[in-house]
């Protein structure tokens, strides 16, 4: 299994109504500095309405300025969709919403 297809899978363990930051997906995926590169493979993501990539934040719990699939708006669109609240800087609190997988 490539590095991809185990970011994929993970990120398809994330439950509607909660999200994960890239590190996280990377740490448990055991490779802690490879944040980058999950966010690379997220970007590639071959199967967007079933590998949701939208519930993946930075540390900061902010949203990808550069949503893959439509723009931070979308991306936030949709996890309020899942009952997950972004505020004005498109920022979701981690402490409410955090996956708790890996931590």
């Known amino acids: 299994m490539s590095f991809y297809d185990e970011v994929y899978s993970v990120v398809k363990n994330i439950p509607k109504g909660k ?12 490779s802690p500095k490879a944040s980058r590169a999950v966010g690379y493979a997220l970007h590639f993501n071959p199967l967007p309405g079933i590998i949701p990539c939208h519930r993946v934040v930075n540390r900061e719990g902010r949203l990808a300025p550069a949503f893959a699939f439509g723009g931070i708006d979308i991306q936030a669109q949709l996890l309020k ?8 800087n498109y920022t979701v609190d981690l402490k409410k919403y955090q996956w708790q997988e890996g931590l």
Not at 81 to 88: F, K, L, P, Q, T
Request: glycine letters at 10%.
């Open 19 to 30: 999200v994960a930051t890239y590190g996280q997906i990377a740490k448990l995926l055991c």
């Open 81 to 88: 969709a899942e009952g997950v609240e972004c505020d004005e």
